[in-house]
């Protein structure tokens, strides 16, 4: 059974970094686009990063901080995270698309201090 796992969050001051990743696991397929998610308690779901064939889009809060990556074989994502900020304290998770699913992480928590 495939299922998606995050890992690599922690506790970080302001200004450190961290590089958590996503994998796909138990799939002989690789994915086909990739997309990071965050959720800070008591707020909605927003989008990060993503990155696919077409290319690489970021939110604008993250534009020149973040960095999302991949492994060649596509069943390992990346998200290289600069300059962090408090604001960006909030659970990440990843969302991959394989074979026309959508398969989605517990996510991995990043809590930011100031």
């Known amino acids: 059974q495939v299922h998606v796992m995050e890992s690599g969050g922690g506790l970080v001051q302001a200004g450190g970094s961290l590089r958590p990743s996503c994998r796909a696991h138990?799939?002989?397929?690789?994915?086909?686009?990739v997309a990071w998610y965050r959720q800070a308690p008591g707020k909605e779901r927003e989008f990060v990063a993503s990155?696919?064939?077409?290319?690489?889009t970021y939110a604008d809060s993250v534009k020149g901080r973040f960095t999302i990556s991949r492994e060649h074989d596509w069943k390992t994502v990346y998200l290289q995270m600069n300059n962090l900020k408090p604001e960006d304290t909030a659970n990440y998770s990843c969302?991959?698309?394989?074979?026309?699913?959508?398969?989605w992480g517990q996510g991995t928590q990043v809590t930011v201090s100031s």
């Open positions: 138990g799939s002989i397929w690789s994915a086909v686009a």
């Open positions: 969302k991959m698309v394989i074979r026309g699913a959508e398969l």
């Open positions: 990155i696919t064939n077409g290319g690489i």
